[in-house]
């Protein structure tokens, strides 16, 4: 058989059950860790809470956005007390820009719970029956803080896992996640020390070595004589992501409702996308100026100033908003539910990145309106 078919073989033979990991990977892959690991700031605690806040802000989000958060998080709720009694409004305005907004309403839900009790879940179980902590979260927590034998399986792990064992099924599936975990709990270490930074060690090894974009840094890389990925040619091409479904498209208009140095937000819904925080008035549709001043209208608000118009987009795990946007003034009461802020409540108020480009107008029209 020749060569191209040997790999065709092993592709082929891959593609099935997750293959078992080497289980001589362990020491060199914990020795680079020590030698060459990333230096962040909760990793040089045990304590499990701010390591838990570090992994549900690290959910879905780079290390690098998450840095500034974290300390000024912790700066303001410096234990799990001080966090569950918290304002609201002071939680969602540190989270602001960071994104995913139900993980810091999950963050608080969970320091209630666990100010109540008194103490925080020392089990895997207990991580998990947290709000808003999955596998994932609750594997990193508990070998992180405790030093258990739980694996934590995030993209980084399972891309260096299917590059390291030449596997060609789809990673994105739950029962491939499943059979990770499994294969990597017969690979731990035994020592407490060593549980408390192996997953740590996968996750940087995927993140500086094993990238997701661009090609793998092989001759650094401590897995090199173990891995089939690298030694069948196939490494690149790997991992196998099933297709997802592509984003539905909305058309929003977003208004900058300007009133005798104020602009107007509303709260959105407690439920749904961006559910309880703050945004500026906006609906469906790409309207023009003719239907935004009858909208307006039916709101009780007349036109006084047409100032700008600006267009914006902004993604988000399933949905598209491509929006128009006009800054204008406005004269009239408005409805009930409108809060119209100054300056200062507009900095102090939790209004989502998706609004961000019409946030900076509302400031700066603002800003010129107060000048004496």
């Known amino acids: 058989?020749?060569?191209?078919?040997?790999?065709?073989?092993?592709?082929?033979?891959?593609?099935?059950?997750?293959?078992?990991?080497?289980?001589?990977?362990?020491?060199?892959?914990?020795?680079?860790?020590r030698a060459c690991g990333r230096t962040l700031p909760w990793r040089r605690t045990r304590d499990p809470y701010?390591?838990?806040?570090?992994?549900?802000?690290?959910?879905?989000?780079?290390v690098a956005a998450v840095l500034g958060y974290y300390a000024r998080f912790l700066a303001a709720f410096p234990t799990v007390e001080a966090l569950a009694a918290a304002p609201e409004e002071q939680l969602m305005a540190l989270w602001q820009g960071l994104g995913y907004y139900s993980r810091a309403r999950n963050l608080q839900r969970a320091a209630r719970i666990v100010a109540e009790r008194g103490r925080f879940p020392s089990t895997y179980e207990d991580l998990l029956a947290l709000p808003g902590v999955g596998d994932y979260t609750a594997g990193a927590i508990a070998s992180a803080a405790f030093g258990l034998p739980c694996p934590a399986v995030d993209g980084n792990v399972l891309r260096v896992a299917a590059r390291l064992t030449d596997f060609h099924g789809d990673i994105l599936s739950p029962a491939v996640k499943t059979a990770v975990r499994q294969a990597l709990s017969r690979v731990l270490p035994e020592e407490q020390e060593d549980l408390r930074i192996f997953n740590q060690a996968m996750m940087d090894l995927g993140a500086t070595v094993c990238p997701p974009n661009g090609p793998p840094q092989c001759d650094g890389c401590p897995l090199t004589p173990l891995c089939l990925g690298r030694e069948r040619g196939t490494a690149?091409?790997?991992?196998?992501?099933?297709?997802?479904?592509?984003?539905?498209?909305?058309?929003?208009?977003?208004?900058?409702?300007?009133?005798?140095?104020?602009?107007?937000?509303?709260?959105?819904?407690?439920?749904?996308?961006?559910?309880?925080?703050?945004?500026?008035?906006?609906?469906?549709?790409?309207?023009?100026?003719?239907?935004?001043?009858?909208?307006?209208?039916?709101?009780?608000?007349?036109?006084?100033?047409?100032?700008?118009?600006?267009?914006?987009?902004?993604?988000?795990?399933?949905?598209?908003?491509?929006?128009?946007?006009?800054?204008?003034?406005?004269?009239?009461?408005?409805?009930?539910?409108?809060?119209?802020?100054?300056?200062?409540?507009?900095?102090?108020?939790?209004?989502?990145?998706?609004?961000?480009?019409?946030?900076a107008l509302a400031a700066e029209a603002l800003a010129k309106e107060a000048e004496p």
């Open 50 to 62: 701010p390591i838990w806040v570090s992994e549900i802000m690290l959910q879905q989000t780079r």
């Open 236 to 359: 690149e091409a790997l991992p196998v992501r099933g297709k997802k479904k592509p984003r539905r498209a909305e058309e929003r208009t977003v208004l900058v409702l300007l009133r005798q140095g104020k602009t107007a937000l509303r709260k959105r819904p407690e439920e749904g996308l961006l559910a309880g925080l703050w945004e500026f008035p906006n609906l469906p549709g790409a309207l023009e100026e003719r239907a935004v001043a009858q909208a307006l209208s039916d709101w009780g608000l007349t036109v006084l100033d047409w100032r700008s118009r600006a267009g914006a987009k902004h993604l988000f795990t399933h949905v598209e908003w491509r929006m128009t946007g006009y800054v204008l003034t406005v004269a009239g009461p408005g409805p009930e539910d409108f809060f119209w802020a100054d300056g200062d409540a507009l900095a102090r108020h939790a209004v989502p990145s998706a609004f961000a480009r019409y946030r």
């Open 1 to 33: 058989m020749d060569t191209n078919k040997e790999n065709q073989t092993a592709r082929q033979e891959t593609a099935g059950a997750f293959p078992a990991l080497p289980p001589e990977m362990t020491a060199p892959l914990l020795a680079w860790y």
